[in-house]
């Protein structure tokens, strides 16, 4: 992702050799990061080591405002969490990297799903 200060907001795509030039800023790597899966995903094509990590956050709204106002970009999927999409920020896909990621739930037809877990389903509908 990258923001309207960033030189490269203008372009189509990103080649994986133009990643370790750019400036980075990162997440806090918890279980549920897609930073702590990265090199597990990735297939070897992105070693997040090489990566200039100009900075590190928990805070989304710190995340937001580097993105917005400096020349930093952030690796992530390319889904743009609703609440974001007010935000002047650009998925800027990377040549030749393929959609990897696969998302689903195993339901036995056996059981009734409660409440709760219909609603998660709905919202997980929603956002796909």
């Not at 100009?54 to 805070?59: G, I, L, Q």
């Not at 709204?61 to 405002?65: A, E, I, K, R």
């Not at 689903?104 to 709760?116: C, E, F, M, T």
């Not at 219909?118 to 796909?128: A, G, R, T």
């Given at each position: 992702y990258?923001?309207?200060?960033?030189?490269?907001?203008?372009?189509?795509?990103v080649?994986?050799?133009?990643?370790?030039?750019?400036?980075?800023?990162?997440?806090?790597?918890?279980?549920?990061s897609?930073?702590?899966?990265?090199?597990?995903?990735?297939?070897?094509?992105?070693?997040?080591?090489?990566?200039?990590h100009?900075?590190?956050?928990?805070?989304d709204?710190?995340?937001?405002?580097l993105?917005?106002?400096?020349?930093?970009c952030?690796?992530?999927?390319?889904?743009?969490?609703?609440?974001?999409s007010?935000y002047?920020?650009?998925?800027?896909?990377?040549?030749?990297?393929?959609?990897?990621?696969?998302v689903?739930?195993?339901?036995?037809?056996?059981?009734?799903?409660?409440?709760?877990a219909?609603?998660?389903?709905?919202?997980?509908?929603?956002?796909?």
């Open positions: 990258v923001g309207p200060c960033h030189p490269l907001y203008y372009e189509q795509s080649d994986f050799s133009e990643l370790q030039e750019l400036k980075f800023v990162r997440g806090v790597r918890d279980f549920f897609m930073e702590h899966h990265l090199e597990t995903v990735s297939m070897g094509l992105i070693d997040t080591k090489n990566l200039n100009a900075a590190y956050t928990n805070s709204h710190l995340t937001v405002n993105l917005l106002y400096t020349d930093v952030s690796l992530g999927l390319d889904f743009m969490y609703e609440p974001y007010q002047d920020l650009k998925a800027l896909p990377i040549n030749g990297c393929e959609p990897f990621l696969q689903g739930y195993v339901k036995d037809p056996a059981r009734i799903l409660s409440r709760q219909e609603w998660i389903l709905e919202k997980f509908q929603q956002m796909l």
